[in-house]
């Protein structure tokens, strides 16, 4: 069974930085590509980077160029860097991947952006 366990979230101040993990078992030896996604209040979910079996990256509008999303394929490990977070960066943050096609999904992680 897919397992995916999201950390890292927190209360941040504006310019500030976290980074999440999501921590993957249950998928074999196999790579998948991951994603995250968010939810902020009132709004549906969204993509903001997916990251390829072979590494290569997306990433949403709004993230560009203060996100980065990685992987430690070692530690079955993605990993998403934020930098520069804004207020509107408020969010439920998700880890998800697809796997032989049933998408799975972690219990989201939240970050909270705030003076």
């Known amino acids: 069974q897919v397992q995916l366990v999201e950390s890292g979230g927190g209360l941040v101040q504006p310019g500030g930085s976290l980074r999440l993990s999501c921590a993957a078992s249950g998928m074999g030896s196999r790579l998948y590509a991951m994603a995250w996604y968010r939810q902020a209040p009132g709004k549906q979910r969204e993509l903001i980077a997916v990251?390829?079996?072979?590494?290569?990256?997306t990433y949403a509008d709004p993230v560009k160029g203060r996100f980065t999303i990685s992987r430690e394929n070692a530690k079955n490990t993605v990993y998403l860097q934020m930098n520069s977070l804004k207020f509107e960066d408020t969010a439920v943050y998700y880890c998800n991947t697809v796997v032989q096609a049933r998408a799975y999904w972690g219990q989201g992680t939240q970050v909270t952006v705030s003076s």
């Open positions: 990251i390829s079996s072979a590494g290569s990256t």
